[in-house]
């Protein structure tokens, strides 16, 4: 067992539990920051693939921006407190249901399925250096790149939508 | 592409409007823009082209299918105007979030990588989220827009984790190089359960059973111009979308995957229809209407070699009579807190140009002659025969006949009943777009090939 | 001069009785009914030139359906019934105020159009567009300016729509089905199919179901009595004088030449239909208590007289059947319109409360007795050409069919004659009715004189059918 | 010249029809009722100068005018015969036929109807010729129902009595029954000949080898059951009696004289085809001489006038049925003539007896009108002797060669037509004594108006009391001026000449003297005796079965009527609605489903999530784990 | 250079990641609070986003990283849209309890 799959396991168990305990925990606040962990840990997975951008990104947009906006959301509504009834029996037998069977079913499909046989391929090229990636996400990726402005445009409109107050007029 | 960026900027146009304070130009200018844009539309039909290393492949398909988004959304602006009366402030947010999801739309059939795709399809979605909640004061569309947003994400998750999975198979993004390499090579499993993946998700967009929960109530709940937008366009966005995807990816859907996408069209013809029986709420029992359409629309994926074309026909049909019904509800039901169908009563008398027309669309819907529904339903079961399936089409004929009883519950109600309040105010708009949406649906009644053979 | 001349008048008839406005919709109507008429006629002598008066375009490519007229003597025979009855059924009219005058009028000519595209059709899918279509204005006459309480008429004119409905859709798939062998919805084109007997059955019962509701043959008659009672006077007429044929004509036209197998194999399944028909809808007649149901019933049971005579497949199965077809439109066009004069006099249509009607009304009496006799068949009349030459084919199948059928002469007299007694004859009525004016009397004179001309002299239109249906039992009888 | 003459033969009392239809009231009664005789008057000279051409040519005339049906292996066209038979029948059609209408202008003036009445006869005279002279089975049809509907019209012409309209209705749908039969007749002709002309098809019979004989005697008997169904034969002859609700001139022209006979008409025109079934004649035989017994029992305790010789009327028919299961037509025919001289002329005196009464018929109410109405008991007291068989009147010949007939084929056949005539001849001396003899036993104030009737109802009196008397001479046993005249028709010319020898006397003597017991039994019990029927109710025994018909008509109204009545209730309420449920039912489910569905729908998102993941875990399953 | 799978292997990777997305599941399923609801949306989308690096690192391809790059901005954009929602919802009902809307039914 090489040290790589060692740090593998570690970070895998890191991310499984946290991800579990950010929706067993009853205060909100908790699970932010178990999510939080999370993500770290997933951005731990990035370096371990050598992806060094996407994980630095990873924690930037997902750790700095989005759970912040979740934090904000709770303090907002002042929803630190654990007064969360528990949903009824059947909802949580359902939940614990769905959970085994899609994790049964999909991690059955994938061990039945052909093992990979053989060395992965390498060749050796840098492909996740921040330099290729701009490179490639710029040129090919270029429409795309426009478009999820186009996205972000739409969310922007949207939420100031949904807030913005009438001015009645006349 | 060129359309793509017509719609993008006539949306920025918008915004720049309210900037410069002209609101009331807002709509007539869309308008003409997006004719306009039709017009650019119509004449890249004939060139077929991909545009920047395949991101978007402008072909037959995707014109067709974008000229009648484009119709559909001028169709939707000219109502917003009647709608949007009270809300001036909002009225460029509102015309340029649909005017962005058209351009989503047009993103979404003309896709030529995975990642417009998934991008187009977004667009899609956080529109409508926002305008199925953007009556904020409403507890109604609020919830709407929740359960909208909530299994809405959660499908996204499954389209995403549906292309990963293809991308895992396939090294590539790139529709034309997947299709290439679904042909040659011995493929992981990961492709196909990442097609599967992919098609659940559109499902859901399309609202098949069972994942068509969320539709009744979103409908409902939503403000009665985005149910339109929904019922209509969205709909057919979504499946134009999965026809393509399927078409383009993988040449021949495999024989257990047809039995699939038949039992899901069975399933969701009977429970759209037999649950629609028994609804009072008008935008209701055309959710599950709706449902019971995605059912028979599910039909043309049992030959998507050859069913783009009556796709095409049969969306356009479904779409036209939507609008027109809509803008009929629309006008119904303007000053009423709900939707229900006592807000019908009688309107074959105190209107009964309106409805007139609403009984033309229903009647289109439910496949009489005519009307284009029946055709384009003829044309369906043609093609399911054809491929084989004639249970398939009887259970279609059967849900066919259990849908006159709810369409003629709400005709029943509009000529039998007594009025139950005098209605007044003779919009024009509504009018307008209640009439030319009729008489285009008639008129590809009476000369079908017209649409029929755009895509053959 | 093509036949689709005849289409066009009847939808322009429809658009400009409906902007005419209500003052002047029934004349306008009246104008394009008769109008429509004399087209029909000017067409008939075209056809008995030898013109081609039929008509075919290319309509879809993909698939291939066809915008095509044929005008043989059947069709021909059948488009001036439908031609004849329809200014009579609008002249009835003239009696009794409608609101919305407009669309009720523009209705009758829609759905007049609509049925007369259903005869001439030629086409698969545009036949089947005709037949669907005439549904439409029918059920909203039915349901607007129906009778009785609204929530009734509501489910039976809403039963009615999809039950007949119901039954269409599977001739639809079988149109498809067809389609699929070969390629083209033209009925030539299916005449000449080759099916095996299996295909044959299924076709000719999903046929056989859409026909059968509409016609309607025991136990699929279910919607008819109740429509028929709700219906307005104008309403029963056009489902019973020409609505029905439409399922009878159809038979012949399609459900036998297509699926000839089947029809021989089956032929006695569906002549004993249609013969319980004869005997059940003549018992049920007889103890009806509401006027329009008692003929309700008796309609059931001509119709399935003819039913059962158009599937003999023999020549004069099918030509006693059209003959009768077009005898039975008349006469019940008659009896429903004496229904409606005597409506508009005692505001009821309970037959209880009728009677003593003959002592202040003869002529009234008079021509409903020639209605009535016209219907029990007497000879003289149009209707025994047409009986007597269904019961004989039925004789050529086996004597007892012929003689079960026949019971129709013993209970079609009973019921019809009870019903007469009931409500012409005995002491004088004490509420006054006053005798029949001369735009009803006209009306009653005209269907008269037609049922008795033609009883005596049919000659002209068993030769105008004979060929065409000669024709149709060729391909019948074709070898595959 | 023949064609045109034909044609107003026929078209004359149609013509006199129409007008009194459209001008009948305007004219007034006694117009209307001399045009409508004078129509007739007209048909009667063309009869006769037909009578005179057929005499002297011996050639049939055959007119046809158009084609009417076609048929896949034949044509029916319209067209007409006029034989040695169709002239005959035509002549005392026509004949009796302008009587009773001049009886008719006295006997109805009182009915503000009157024009309508004229127009029924007239239209009913119409349709009795085309009846006879048609050249066709479905000609005959037409005239055949055509007097059905003029009996039913005329029945209940007095409509505002329900009980004459079910009478009427009753006629006509028994009518019906045997016009099913005959159709059924007709059909089985049709298609084994492929013709129902008669010509034709006595050549085709004639001129046929291989024929199918179970057919054939099929289709005979279903001729037959449409003879019984008009002539009034077991089982098939209780309207006959209910007839008798229409004027009593009706009942003379219709229920006695003419359309009744319409059944003998039939069997004797097609006798070559009845030559060929000798099962269906002697059921034919039998149920002819069963009628007359069973009509003759019943009329022996009637006391209503008309009902007496209404049954008289079955029980005399019946015989002729007898005459023809023998085979024996030409006798049938003559019999039939006589029959219409004096029962015509009985109807007639009766109907003058009634209306002297105003409207009364019951003969306990009546008795001693002989003095009083010298006449008309003259005329009656005649054809009573004809009927009964009292020689020299016609009835004498015409009776005793059926019994002569029946004597020759079966004795037991000839012993109950003989107990018929014994019975006849009582009942009718019992009428006669009743009405005639004794004393008035009516009302004061009908006694007070008593008187004789005027000439326009003597004069048909005295006409057809001669001719009851000299008919027989027509054919004389010895020399039979109608069998000659007949000949033609028959294929089997040849029965041997009736030598006549000393059985035939005897049986001749036997059946007088029958006669005369019956006018004797009648003369003890009600002159010598003075009896008069008692009051219904006091009637027992086997009288009060006999009284009441055999209960036949009871019988008849439980076993078909009831149940039919029973039947389309049933259907009414219980299949009906069960197969309307059935429809509405599959809505209804559907609906309820729909309805119950809805709370699968619960607003839920956990739940509609989880129904998400159960449909991506089957679908996953069934692609890639079930395979 | 080494591939790094190699050493782990892309089946880890992809039941890391379906045990993941798994719990995203079932969060979404097993608690009431829309925000919790809403992180379990986002663990969901990390799942995905995780597998795609590997696929990116199995495949020695950069496009895998940059459609990670879109799938973080649609995770912004809809936390965005929807945490909008939910404190218009909370401006109503003063709870974010999905429980609580059930409103819509039927």
């Known amino acids: 067992m090489s040290t790589i799959l060692i740090i593998f396991c570690v970070l895998a168990a890191v991310t499984v539990l946290t991800a579990f305990l950010t929706i067993f925990s009853r205060n909100p606040i908790h699970s932010a920051l178990y999510l939080v962990i999370c993500f770290f840990s997933i951005a731990g997975h990035y370096l371990l693939l050598n992806s060094q951008f996407l994980a630095v990104v990873h924690i930037i947009v997902y750790s700095g921006a989005i759970m912040i906006l979740f934090l904000f959301t709770i303090m907002l509504m002042n929803l630190n407190k654990e007064n969360e009834v528990h949903k009824p029996r059947i909802t949580r037998l359902g939940a614990i249901v769905s959970f085994c069977l899609i994790c049964l079913v999909l991690l059955t499909v994938f061990i039945n399925s052909k093992p990979i046989v053989g060395e992965y391929i390498s060749t050796g090229d840098d492909y996740q250096s921040i330099k290729v990636l701009g490179k490639v996400l710029l040129n090919e990726y270029m429409v795309p790149f426009e478009f999820a402005s186009i996205l972000l445009l739409v969310a922007m409109i949207g939420t100031v939508l949904l807030s913005k107050k009438e001015k009645t007029e006349k | 592409m060129n359309t793509l960026i017509a719609i993008i900027g006539l949306g920025v146009l918008c915004l720049l409007f309210e900037i410069f304070e002209l609101r009331k130009a807002i709509v007539p200018i869309t308008i003409i823009g997006l004719l306009a844009v039709l017009g650019l539309n119509i004449s890249e039909f004939n060139s077929p082209q991909s545009y920047y290393n395949n991101m978007i492949i402008v072909s037959k398909f995707s014109t067709a299918f974008s000229g009648l988004f484009i119709i559909l959304t001028v169709f939707l602006v000219a109502l917003s105007h009647k709608v949007y009366e009270n809300h001036q402030t909002k009225i460029s947010d509102y015309i340029a979030i649909k005017v962005f999801l058209l351009a989503g739309t047009v993103a979404m059939v003309s896709f030529g990588n995975l990642a417009m795709f998934f991008l187009g399809i977004e667009v899609l979605s956080i529109a409508l989220y926002i305008l199925a909640a953007s009556n904020r004061l409403s507890i109604k569309s609020n919830e709407a827009g929740l359960k909208y947003f909530l299994m809405g994400s959660f499908a996204s998750g499954i389209i995403l984790f549906g292309i990963c999975l293809i991308y895992g198979a396939m090294g590539t993004f790139d529709v034309t190089e997947i299709s290439e390499l679904s042909r040659s090579a011995e493929l992981p499993v990961w492709f196909p359960i990442g097609i599967v993946l992919v098609t659940i998700g559109m499902f859901f967009k399309i609202a098949a059973v069972p994942f068509h929960f969320w539709a009744p109530d979103v409908y409902e709940g939503s403000p009665a111009l985005t149910t339109a937008l929904m019922s209509t366009l969205a709909k057919v966005v979504a499946i134009a979308t999965l026809f393509k995807l399927l078409a383009v990816m993988n040449a021949e859907v495999s024989s257990s995957f047809q039995i699939v996408v038949v039992i899901i069209s069975m399933a969701s013809m009977t429970v759209g229809n037999i649950m629609a029986l028994r609804q009072v709420n008008v935008k209701r029992m055309l959710a599950y209407s709706g449902i019971s359409h995605a059912g028979f629309m599910l039909m043309t994926l049992l030959s998507v070699t050859n069913a783009a074309g009556s796709l095409l026909y049969y969306t356009s049909a479904y779409a036209l009579a939507g609008i027109a019904a809509f803008s009929v509800i629309l006008y119904v039901c303007k000053n009423t807190e709900n939707e229900d169908i006592t807000n019908f009563h009688g309107l074959g008398k105190t209107n009964p140009l309106l409805a007139a027309i609403l009984t033309a669309s229903l009647l289109s819907m439910a496949g009489i002659p005519i009307f284009a529904g029946f055709f384009a339903k003829m044309v369906l079961f043609n093609q399911t025969i054809q491929a084989g399936y004639i249970a398939l089409v009887i259970v279609a004929v059967v849900n066919s006949i259990i849908s006159v009883g709810y369409y003629f519950k709400l005709i029943l109600a509009m000529y039998t009943k007594e009025p139950n309040e005098a209605r007044t105010g003779t919009p024009f708009v509504i009018y307008a777009v209640a009439i030319i949406a009729i008489v285009l649906n008639i008129a590809l009644g009476l000369f079908p090939s017209l649409v029929l053979d755009l895509l053959a | ?480 | 010249m023949d064609t045109s003459l034909t044609l107003l033969l026929l078209l004359a009392p149609f013509i006199g029809f129409l007008f009194n239809v459209f001008f009948g009231k305007s004219i007034g009664k006694s117009a209307s009722g001399i045009l409508g005789t004078l129509t007739v008057v007209v048909s009667f000279a063309a009869s006769v100068y037909f009578f005179m051409q057929i005499n002297q040519t011996q050639q049939p005339i055959r007119i046809s005018l158009f084609d009417w049906i076609e048929i896949s292996n034949f044509k029916v066209d319209f067209g007409f015969l006029l034989d040695q038979l169709s002239i005959l029948w035509l002549l005392f059609v026509t004949g009796i036929g302008s009587l009773i209408h001049m009886y008719s202008i006295s006997y109805m003036h009182d009915d503000e109807n009157m024009h309508k009445y004229f127009a029924y006869l007239n239209l009913f005279i119409f349709f009795m010729i085309t009846l006879v002279i048609g050249s066709n089975l479905l000609v005959l049809f037409i005239g055949w129902e055509g007097v059905g509907l003029c009996s039913y019209l005329l029945i209940g012409f007095w409509h505002k009595n329900q009980e004459f309209n079910d009478a009427a209705k009753k006629a006509f749908i028994m009518n019906r029954i045997g016009d099913l039969g005959l159709l059924i007749g007709i059909f089985i002709i049709g298609s084994l000949f492929s013709t129902l002309d008669y010509d034709t098809l006595k050549t085709a019979i004639a001129g046929a080898t291989n024929l199918n004989m179970y057919w054939i005697s099929a289709a005979a008997f279903a001729l037959f059951i449409g003879a019984c169904g008009k002539s009034a034969q077991i089982p098939l002859y209780t309207w006959l009696p209910d007839a008798m609700a229409g004027p009593t001139p009706v009942s003379a022209l219709i229920h006695a004289a003419t359309m009744v006979t319409a059944g003998i008409f039939m069997i004797t025109r097609l006798n070559y085809l009845f030559d060929l079934a000798p099962e269906v004649q002697n059921i034919i035989a039998i149920v002819g001489a069963v009628t007359s017994l069973v009509a003759a029992t019943i009329a022996l305790v009637q006391t209503d006038i008309k009902k007496v010789l209404a049954y008289s009327t079955v029980s005399q028919l019946g015989l002729m049925f007898l005459a023809l299961g023998l085979g024996a037509y030409e006798v049938a025919v003559f019999h039939v003539i006589t029959h219409a001289f004096f029962k015509a002329c009985l109807f007639l005196g009766s109907g003058s007896v009634i209306h002297a009464l105003h409207g009364e018929q019951d003969m306990r109410k009546m008795g001693g009108l002989k003095k009083v109405m010298t006449i008309t008991f003259v005329t009656f007291l005649i054809s009573s002797l004809a009927i009964s068989g009292i020689p020299p009147f016609s009835g004498f010949f015409s009776k005793d060669e059926i019994l002569m007939v029946a004597f020759e084929h079966n004795k037991i056949l000839w012993f109950i037509a003989s107990l018929a005539s014994l019975m006849t001849a009582f009942y009718m001396f019992r009428l006669l004594y009743l009405t005639f003899f004794k004393e008035f036993r009516g009302t004061a104030e009908q006694k007070s108006h008593l008187h004789e009737s005027p000439a326009l109802i003597t004069f048909p009196l005295i006409v057809l009391a001669i001719l009851a008397t000299l008919g027989g001479l027509i054919s004389l046993p010895t020399n039979s001026w109608l069998n000659e005249y007949l000949a033609p028709l028959f294929t089997k010319v040849a029965t041997e000449e009736h030598h006549f020898g000393t059985s035939e006397y005897l049986l001749m003597l036997v059946a007088v003297i029958g006669g005369l017991v019956g006018i004797g039994i009648a003369y003890a019990k009600y002159i010598k005796q003075n009896l008069v029927p008692e009051a219904d109710e006091k009637i027992t025994g086997f009288a009060k079965v006999l009284y009441n018909k055999y209960y036949v008509d009871e019988i008849y109204d439980s076993i078909f009527v009831k149940s039919i009545n029973g039947l389309s209730t049933f259907f009414r309420d219980n299949v009906e609605t069960t197969l309307s449920s059935l429809v509405f039912g599959l809505g209804k489910v559907t609906n309820e489903i729909g309805f119950q569905g809805k709370k699968l729908q619960s607003g839920s998102v956990g739940f509609y999530l989880f129904a998400f993941v159960l449909g991506i875990c089957a679908i996953i399953t069934y692609l890639f784990l079930a395979q | 250079m080494n591939n790094i799978l190699n050493e782990i292997g892309i089946e880890n990777y992809i039941f890391l990641s379906v045990i993941l997305f798994s719990i995203g599941v079932f969060g979404v399923l097993y608690r009431r609070n829309a925000i919790i609801v809403f992180m379990s949306i986002e663990i969901m989308l990390n799942a995905v986003n995780l597998l795609f690096v590997a696929f990116s690192t199995y495949h020695q391809d950069a496009q895998g990283q940059i459609f990670v790059f879109f799938s973080m901005a649609v995770a912004a954009a809809e936390v965005a849209v929807g945490l909008a929602i939910l404190v218009s919802i909370f401006r109503n009902l003063g709870s974010i309890d999905i429980n609580n809307l059930k409103n819509l039914k039927g």
């Open chain 3, 1 to 480: 001069m093509n036949v689709s001349l005849i289409l066009i008048i009847l939808l322009v008839g429809a658009f400009a009785t409906y902007i005419a406005g209500d003052k002047l919709a029934s004349k306008v109507a009246l104008f394009f009914g008769i109008s429509a008429l004399g087209c029909s006629i000017v067409l008939l002598n075209h056809f008995n030139m030898g013109e081609n008066i039929s008509f075919l375009c290319q309509w879809i490519n993909q698939p291939n359906v066809s915008f095509a007229l044929k005008a043989d003597g059947l069709a021909i025979a059948m488009l001036l019934l439908t031609t004849a009855l329809t200014p009579i059924i609008i002249y009835t009219s003239f009696g009794t105020e409608y609101k919305n005058s407009k669309a009720f009028y523009s209705l009758i000519l829609f759905m007049s159009f609509a049925m007369v595209g259903t005869f001439l059709a030629a086409d698969g899918i545009l036949y089947y567009i005709f037949w669907e279509l005439s549904l439409i204005p029918i059920y909203f006459i039915a349901l607007i300016w129906g009778n009785g309480d609204a929530e009734e008429r509501k489910k039976a004119v809403v039963k009615f729509f999809i039950y007949t409905l119901a039954g269409s859709l599977f001739m639809l798939i079988a149109f498809i089905y067809l389609y699929q062998q070969a390629g083209s919805f033209l009925i030539e084109d299916l005449y000449k199919l080759n099916l095996s007997a299996t295909e044959q059955l299924w076709i000719f019962l999903a046929f056989f179901l859409a026909y059968a509701i509409k016609i309607p043959i025991i136990p699929f008659h279910t919607w008819q009595a109740n429509v028929y009672q709700k219906a307005p006077a104008v309403g029963t007429m056009l489902l019973s004088g020409i609505m029905l044929k439409m399922g009878l004509y159809s038979i012949i036209r399609w459900q036998l030449p297509i699926a000839p197998l089947a029809a021989k194999e089956y032929m006695y399944i569906f002549i004993s239909l249609g013969v319980a028909g004869v005997i059940y809808g003549s018992i049920v007649a007889l103890r009806q208590k509401d006027l329009k149901k008692l003929l309700a019933y008796s309609s059931l049971a001509h119709v399935g007289l003819i039913a059962a005579g158009t599937y003999t497949l023999t020549i004069d199965g099918l030509r006693g059947a059209v003959l009768q077809m077009i005898a039975h439109g008349f006469v019940v066009v008659g009896l429903f319109f004496i229904s409606e004069i005597i409506f508009r006099r005692y505001e009821t249509r309970t037959i209880a409360e009728m009677g003593g009607i003959r002592t202040q009304s003869p002529k009234f009496a008079s021509m409903f007795l020639l209605l009535v006799l016209a219907s029990v068949a007497l000879p003289t009349t149009f209707n025994f050409v047409g009986e007597f030459t269904v019961l004989y084919s039925l004789s050529q199948i086996n004597v007892w069919f012929a003689f079960l059928g026949g019971t129709t002469i013993i209970l079609g007299a009973y019921y019809m004659l009870k019903m007469y007694q009931q409500v012409m004859l005995g002491e004088t009525n004490t509420k006054v009715f006053a005798d029949v004016n001369f735009k009803e009397g006209f009306a009653l004179v005209l269907i008269i004189g037609v049922l008795f001309f033609f009883g005596m002299y049919p000659k002209p239109i068993t030769d105008l059918i004979t060929p065409s249906l000669e024709e149709i039992l060729t391909q019948i009888n074709r070898i595959n």
